[in-house]
Structures are given as structure tokens and as C-alpha cells.
């Protein structure tokens, strides 16, 4: 019967159909592991679930929302969210767009360089994250002896809560630079070659080209990049986690890290969700006003 | 609708992280800076598998119990699944079906109890560590097992085992193996600076007894003493740490648990925090020490669990043990994992047999042999002949007379965590009264959960 129907359709109607049923796979799958568990947190969010009495759930409106506002941690883990993303994310974009124009020469090596800044992505976060807490220690660390070199006295890193967020920055655009790096690297080959023979001919320097060339032909890119970036560093957990454990003095204490210890540790399931409501919602305004931003500039 | 569509992607992958509370294992596409291969927190990493029983199943028995067991070292892992087998052989009509969780001293193991539990499938006995019976036997989770101990077993175990058991007056739990902190020491440094180990009890330093040699043992190439803070601002901090804070006749909550202001806080908290943040500032302790500080020669003394003695002996370093310094009353760390019998087990009696099993003493004796952990009972202290001599007679003496068990309370891993955190700040050389009453407010507004 159904297919009666299809035949009976526009030839633009069958191919939506087709199209919707190719999507259907992944929207179960969203559904099961996205939607219901998010509205599952959601309905949490104004309960005490509390795990080690999961027959005992009860609504409580919004006091969990309400605490919000009185938990000094969680304020404290904003700030450190906010600090972490304002700052990783136009370093971590730069340092991707010129490695990207880096290795989009044709010098020697260039596979090999490629490879070289590419291949920190591919280590597991954790396994990086034990390997830089050794790099950064104070007194047999790679680093120091380094700067030793230099004649800068041995600095403290991760023990320093001045420090500590700065260091867990510096390790996490080290690691994730190379993926954007290869998007950029993507994008710059994309550019069409006469544009840059029209720019020769009109006798822009290099620095013109890049400026009114290469920038423009990379928005629809960078957007992309900004905005993956700006979500990923908002998600901030395990560099803290295994580096510091969120401190010295909380000062690495990340939100995503604060909801998973209220959560798992402290066992406080109701109000863990309703931060990671709260936390859900700013993402979603950030993103929206990153939106609105780019719209403007196409304008 | 096309614009709408735009935003679930970015939406979704916040949305996960939402709605797992912190899990950020499923998201893949988009990271920025978690690369591609993220998410593998160690509490992400919760493996199990069944036990590989010689003993199999026959079929005939009546009851069959499901005991979960933690997995820390393959060693007692095997010791574990040995007893298991003999406990199948021994009874005919029970047959035990174990389950190996990893626990991998973070949370994956508590991480897994957490899950069967929302679910309502937990196991008939399962292993848990000392400090958290409180909070399951307050949610009525295990079961109160006096009645079924006789005074004459009972009064086999060590205190500290009991006290780490009972909530509430009754005793809740049972554990095989102790664990205790002694002050290792290098004796090749103290012999090289004329300096005297004490050998028992009576003569255990003073905190200005220690500090004092502590300092002399301090020079340009090695520190005097190893706390071990490259274990992290954790359990272990607590472990280690609060005795201090007995010993200087303080407290980190009340008696019965009600509140930790004027405790936690109190002056004879900061006294020994203070006392801590001297040790720090000093240079006698290092915030920041390599692995093997101790076993390498780079620090002269070392307050560390059990295992220290093993990782000495293989880096054959000549090495003894002395009591835990004190201020005004000896006390000393201790606490391990236990067993407990859950309410829901259909068969609580055989189940307390098996867990009675797993802590008789030929359990408790074994496991100690195979891990180097003190053992929970008397009777193995007296028949083990290596507790009868220095250095080991130390940690028996610390154990059954001077071993103390941490709070017992449902608000344990805030409280914990709470005075991790001061102590830390302390080592950090921060001002510890602001932090401790700061502390202080979240374990209250945890309480209140308890209080009602």
C-alpha cells in the first residue's frame, strides 16, 4: 500500500522520501542515544534522584536550578570554562591556519610535516595527558630543562594555580591543532589557482594576497573551525582530570568536570543534570550568537 | 526547516555531554582539541568479565549467589578466584558465579555498583572500599550482618576493620585485608648521618622530633621526607593525612556525624594542617616527586602504604620502617576493601557464609601473603612469622593498636574530597582557615541530604 502512494508522488516527492529514508538510520540512532537521554536529564534536572536511592525519586521543581546560583564551584568552574575557551580558541586557530599555510608549500618533506603535526590528534587524550604531566614537571621535567637552557628559571606548571590552566592551554592546542590544521590545509586547496594569477597580475604582495584572497576564500571553513573549537573547549574534562584533578585550588576545575563529580562521585544525579542543562543552554546561545555573527559578515 | 537542520549537529554534541552528565565518550566527529581518539578517562574504562572458575556449575546446587569483586592486581585476582573454587568445592549446594571488575583507583569500579544499582541488579556480595559502607548501608542497600558473627570471631578482627564495617552501631561489613601508612626510612642515609630509627611504638617520634630530623636529613640533593603527591589531590591525601589531624586530638567531622563545623574546620585541624604546611615549607617535602623518589635514594623517609615496601625491595634498596610521628595520641591510617551482603540477595545466610568465607582466616592469611597487605585479623598477625620481627612488626603494632578507621559517614566523598583539598592547599602553602571553612560549607549542604 505504501508503495502505491510513493508512485503516486511528484518525482521530487519519491526522492524526499528516499532521502528521509536514508536518514532514518541515523535518526534512531539520535533518538535512542541523544534526545531520550537528554530529555531523560532533563526530567532529572527537577528531581532529587539520588543514585543510591533510585526508588526514591522525587520532584522538586527548580531548587536544583536555584542552587545553581549559590554554588561558589560552579561559578568558579565557569570561570575557568570561559578563560580555557576565550584563549584556546584564537590561539589554536591561528596556530592551525599557519601550519596549514605552512605545509601547503611545496617545500621538502612537506608529507613528512604534515604527518608530524597531524599525528598528535591521532594519540588518545589521556595518553597525551599523562605524557605532558610528566613533560611538565617541575623538577625532572622535559620542559624545564629546556628552558634551563635558556637560562629561565624552572617554573612550576601544573602545582601553580596561576599556571596550571595556562599549561593544561598550551598542551591542548598542541594536541588538537593538527585536526583544524588539515581542514585549513583542505580549504586553502580549494581556492582556485587564477585567483592568485589575477592578484599576480595586478601586482598584490603576498601579504595582500593572503589578506584578500586566501582570508576570503576560507570563511565558510574558519566558521566551521570557530565553531567546532568553541564547542569542544566548552567540554573541557579530561586534560584537568588527568593532570590536575581539577586543581591546584580548583583553579582547572572544568564545568563538564564539576557536573561529572557531582554526578558520579557525589551521587547527586538530580542536580548534576540540571547544570548540565544550564551548561547545554549556554552552548546553544554561544552557537547561535556565532551564527548570527557570520550572517552578518555574509551580508 | 533546512536552517534548523543546521543546528543539530553542534546542538547534539553538547547535548551528549549533557545528558551523560560529563561522559564525553560518544562524541568523535568534532574535536577540537580532544583529537580523534578521546575519551578514554579511566572511569570511562570499566571492563569485566566473568571469573575463569575451574569449578563449573553442576546444575544440582540450590542456591546460586553472584559476588562482584574489584581488580587491582593479578595476583590477588588469582588469590580471589582460588578461594572462590575452594568455597564451590566445599559447599555442594551453593555455587558462586564472581565477576572481575577493574578498579583502577578512580571511580570505574564504584562507577559500575553505581549502574546495577539504578538498574536493580546487584550482586548477592560485593567488594567495597571501607570509607563508602556508610553511604550503603544508610540507603539500606547491605545488610546488617551481627547476628551473624560470633563474639569470639568478632573479636578476631582488628578494630579498625570493625569500626570501618559498622554504621549506626551495627556492623554493616568485613574486610580480609588492612592497610596501613608506616615512615619508611633509607637506612644507608640514616646510618651515613647518625641518625636512630625508632623500633617500637613507645619510641615514635614527636611531630618536633620529626620535623627536626626531618630537616637534617633535607639537603641540596634530596629531600627528607616523601609524601607521595604525585598520587594527586585524592583518597590518597586523606589516607595518608588524617591522621595528622587525630593524632593532634582533632577531628574532621563529629562523632555522630552530623556536622564538620568547628571539626573540619576546628583548631586542632589547622593546627596540623599547619604543621603539614610547614613540612612544605621547609623543602623537607617535595609537592612534585618523581615515582620512585623514595626507592631511588632521593628522599630519606617516606610516609607510603604497603606497596612501598614492595617496590623497595625490588629496587633493592636498603630500607626499614618506623611508626607514623604523632603529636598528642598515636594514630595511624587505615582501611581497605570489604565485603558486604546486599538486602536484595535472595539468600542473605549463604551469602554471609561466602563472605565469611572470603575473611576466615586462611582468606585473610593468603591475601596477605600474595599482596603484602596487613592482614584484618589477630590470629594472622600472630601466625605470620614475618610480623613478628622489625620491620614488619611496625605496621602490626600500628594496625591493631593504633590504626584508625576514616569517618563513617554517608557524606563521605564530599567529605573526603573536602579535605583533600585542604590539605593540598596546605602544601601549596596557602592560608588554610579561608579554605577550610569554604570546605566546610559544602560538606554542611551535603549533610542536610542526611540530616533530615
Not at chain 1, 544550564?278 to 554561544?286: A, G, P
Not at chain 2, 582488628?158 to 588492612?178: K, P, T
Request: aromatic residues 12%; hydrophobic residues 45%.
Amino acid at each position: 500500500m505504501a508503495r502505491k502512494k510513493f508512485r503516486l508522488k511528484t518525482r521530487e516527492g519519491r526522492e524526499a522520501v528516499t532521502g528521509y529514508l536514508f536518514l532514518l538510520p541515523a535518526l534512531i540512532l539520535l533518538t535512542i542515544f541523544l534526545l531520550y537521554p537528554m530529555a531523560t536529564a532533563f526530567y532529572y534536572s527537577l528531581t532529587d534522584f539520588y543514585i543510591l536511592r533510585p526508588n526514591d525519586i522525587n520532584l522538586v521543581g527548580l531548587a536544583n536550578f536555584q542552587m545553581i546560583f549559590s554554588d561558589l564551584e560552579f561559578r568558579n568552574a565557569l570561570t575557568n570554562t570561559l578563560y580555557f575557551t576565550i584563549l584556546v580558541v584564537p590561539i589554536q586557530i591561528s596556530i592551525a591556519l599557519g601550519l596549514a599555510l605552512l605545509v601547503n608549500k611545496n617545500l621538502k618533506f612537506k608529507i613528512f610535516f604534515r604527518t608530524a603535526y597531524f599525528s598528535p590528534v591521532v594519540m588518545s587524550l589521556v595518553v597525551v595527558s599523562i605524557l605532558w604531566t610528566f613533560m611538565y614537571n617541575p623538577n625532572e621535567g622535559l620542559i624545564n630543562e629546556l628552558l634551563g637552557v635558556f637560562g629561565i628559571p624552572p617554573q612550576s606548571f601544573l602545582t601553580s594555580p596561576d599556571q596550571a590552566m595556562n599549561s593544561i592551554i598550551a598542551m591542548s592546542v598542541w594536541q588538537g591543532a593538527g585536526f583544524q590544521m588539515m581542514i585549513f590545509l583542505a580549504g586553502l586547496q580549494n581556492i582556485p589557482k587564477h585567483l592568485y594569477e589575477a592578484a599576480d597580475i595586478d601586482g598584490a604582495s603576498t601579504f595582500q594576497k593572503f589578506l584578500h584572497v586566501t582570508l576570503p576564500g576560507l570563511r565558510n571553513v574558519s566558521m566551521f573551525i570557530f565553531i567546532t573549537i568553541t564547542i569542544a573547549a566548552f567540554k573541557l574534562l579530561v586534560q584537568p582530570m588527568i593532570m590536575t584533578q581539577g586543581g591546584p585550588l580548583g583553579s582547572t576545575k572544568s564545568l563538564v568536570y564539576h557536573i561529572y563529580e557531582v554526578g558520579f562521585n557525589y551521587r547527586d544525579v538530580g542536580y548534576a543534570s540540571a547544570m548540565a542543562v544550564v551548561f547545554t543552554l549556554m552552548v546553544f546561545i554561544i552557537t547561535i550568537i556565532q551564527r548570527l555573527v557570520v550572517k552578518e559578515e555574509r551580508g | 526547516m533546512k536552517k534548523a537542520f543546521k543546528w543539530v549537529v553542534p546542538m547534539s554534541l553538547a547535548g551528549i555531554l549533557a545528558a551523560c552528565g560529563g561522559n564525553d565518550a560518544d562524541s568523535s566527529t568534532e574535536e577540537a582539541q580532544n583529537g580523534g581518539d578521546e575519551g578514554d578517562t579511566p572511569s570511562d574504562v570499566v571492563e569485566t568479565g566473568d571469573v575463569d572458575q575451574g569449578v563449573e556449575a553442576s546444575g544440582d546446587e540450590d542456591v546460586v549467589l553472584d559476588m562482584w569483586i574489584h581488580q587491582t592486581g593479578e595476583d590477588e585476582t588469582d588469590f580471589y578466584i582460588e578461594r572462590i573454587d575452594a568455597f564451590n568445592e566445599a559447599n555442594d549446594h551453593i555455587h558462586v558465579n564472581a565477576e572481575i571488575i577493574i578498579d583502577d583507583g578512580g571511580s570505574s569500579y564504584s562507577d559500575a555498583v553505581n549502574a546495577s544499582l539504578v538498574a536493580g541488579n546487584l550482586p548477592d556480595v560485593l567488594a567495597l572500599d571501607g570509607p563508602y559502607v556508610a553511604s550503603f548501608a544508610e540507603a539500606d542497600i547491605l545488610m546488617a550482618v551481627d547476628d551473624y558473627l560470633s563474639d569470639e570471631d568478632r573479636s578476631d578482627f582488628v578494630d579498625s576493620i570493625l569500626e570501618q564495617g559498622s554504621y549506626n552501631g551495627e556492623l554493616y561489613s568485613l574486610g580480609a585485608m588492612e592497610a596501613s601508612v608506616p615512615l619508611y626510612y633509607n637506612k644507608d642515609i640514616f646510618e651515613e648521618e647518625g641518625i636512630e630509627a625508632p623500633e617500637t611504638l613507645e619510641d615514635a617520634w614527636t611531630w618536633d622530633e620529626f620535623m627536626e630530623v626531618a630537616q637534617e636529613l633535607t639537603t641540596e640533593d634530596r629531600y627528607g621526607l616523601n609524601m607521595f603527591m604525585n598520587y594527586g589531590v585524592g583518597e590518597w591525601l586523606t589516607f595518608m593525612g588524617a591522621p595528622f589531624v587525630w593524632s593532634n586530638n582533632g577531628d574532621i567531622i563529629s562523632e555522630d556525624g552530623t556536622t564538620s563545623e568547628g571539626y573540619l574546620n576546628g583548631p586542632e585541624t589547622l593546627e596540623a594542617l599547619e604543621y603539614v604546611k610547614s613540612l612544605f615549607e621547609e623543602g623537607v617535602v617535595d609537592l612534585t616527586p618523581g615515582e620512585m623518589q623514595f626507592e631511588e635514594g632521593n628522599a630519606a623517609m617516606a610516609l607510603g602504604g604497603p606497596w612501598i615496601a614492595v617496590s623497595a625491595e625490588d629496587a633493592d634498596l636498603n630500607w626499614g620502617m618506623m611508626p607514623y610521628p604523632y603529636s598528642e595520641q598515636m594514630k595511624s591510617p587505615s582501611g581497605s576493601m570489604a565485603y558486604g551482603v546486599t538486602t536484595s540477595s535472595e539468600h542473605p545466610d549463604e551469602a554471609f557464609e561466602l563472605m565469611h568465607w572470603m575473611t576466615n582466616e586462611e582468606s585473610v592469611e593468603g591475601l596477605s601473603e600474595v599482596t603484602g597487605m596487613p592482614p584484618a585479623r589477630i590470629s594472622a598477625f600472630e601466625s605470620m612469622d614475618k610480623y613478628q620481627e622489625l620491620p614488619w612488626s611496625i605496621m602490626r603494632e600500628q594496625v591493631i593498636e593504633t590504626a584508625h578507621a576514616r569517618p563513617q559517614t554517608p557524606a563521605y566523598p564530599v567529605l573526603t574530597d573536602a579535605f583533600a583539598q585542604a590539605f593540598h592547599a596546605a602544601a601549596l602553602g596557602e592560608d588554610i582557615q579561608p579554605v577550610l571553612d569554604q570546605q566546610v560549607q559544602r560538606v554542611e549542604r551535603e549533610l542536610q541530604r542526611f540530616n533530615d
